[in-house]
């Protein structure tokens, strides 16, 4: 992923979706701007679908700006990445126009776990490969969400700390911060929902799948212990390794306007909301891609 300053974003009308989108560089730390693009349905151009791949690829999170897609189409675009899977529950319910993506309503979800540092489904042994929102209704101000490079967290390491990190193994669960108290209050639902997610064990220190460069694979959300270790030396590790993650080195910020959708690889880039719009409030259209 890029270390390289960002160019000033421009808002310029899209175009249509034969011609090749202008991607350009968002933040030092990840991501890129999909520009004068517009997607109009049906399957991509060979050409388009490897120029958005390798964008992906190589900046972990794209950036498409409003009028790009619409809140029914924007899954019908995600078929490029991959197969698109619907990932809901009780409070994050299937969106009624489009059944792949499902609803993140701040007014449901004022509680919700969402504010931390996370990646989508960490506690499955098989995460999404990317997650996308959709800015479906978008405060006036605040509201933003944060995006953090695990690649640049552990390249930023001592050598001979990181070295000793790839010896160990995290465990990740579902309930590691309460989620399955706030989703399934039922007792008896709950105990359901915890006997279909056991923990799950990952080395802490991973090779990124597509690039092989190495990543941190933990997050504020999910991971609960480092095992072998004894709890006072999991915790403080945990928790430097954490501050890594919201190092601002290793940061993007996004202010939301409606319609606009980002995509990103969930393996890599760890997200959180910023809950500082107050009344208002933020609903968006999520959907991912395994």
Request: aromatic share 10%; glycine share 6%.
């Amino acid at each position: 992923m890029p270390t390289l300053a960002a160019s000033a974003p421009t808002r310029t009308p899209p175009l249509a979706a034969s011609a090749l989108p202008d991607i350009e560089r968002w933040k030092p730390a990840l991501g890129a701007q999909v520009r004068r693009w517009r997607y109009e349905g049906g399957s991509l151009p060979q050409q388009t679908r490897a120029a958005l791949r390798d964008a992906l690829r190589e900046y972990g999170l794209l950036i498409f700006e409003p009028g790009s897609v619409t809140p029914e189409s924007f899954t019908d675009l995600l078929q490029a990445f991959g197969e698109v899977v619907l990932y809901n529950g009780p409070k994050t319910p299937a969106v009624s126009a489009n059944t792949r993506a499902n609803v993140v309503d701040s007014s449901d979800k004022r509680q919700a776990r969402n504010f931390l540092w996370h990646i989508d489904q960490a506690f499955r042994p098989n995460p999404p490969k990317l997650t996308a929102l959709y800015g479906q209704e978008v405060p006036a101000f605040g509201g933003d969400t944060l995006f953090s490079n695990a690649i640049l967290a552990y390249e930023r390491l001592d050598p001979h700390f990181a070295a000793y990190l790839e010896t160990l193994t995290a465990v990740h669960y579902w309930d590691a911060t309460g989620h399955m108290a706030d989703r399934f209050p039922d007792p008896d639902e709950n105990a359901r929902q915890r006997a279909l997610a056991a923990p799950i064990e990952t080395p802490l220190v991973r090779a990124h799948p597509d690039t092989g460069r190495k990543q941190l694979l933990v997050n504020e959300s999910y991971t609960t212990y480092i095992k072998h270790v004894s709890r006072t030396v999991s915790q403080n590790l945990l928790a430097i390794l954490f501050e890594e993650i919201k190092s601002p080195e290793v940061q993007a910020r996004y202010s939301w306007e409606p319609g606009a959708l980002i995509l990103w690889d969930n393996r890599v880039v760890q997200h959180r909301g910023i809950g500082d719009f107050g009344g208002q409030r933020r609903v968006f259209y999520r959907a991912c891609v395994v």
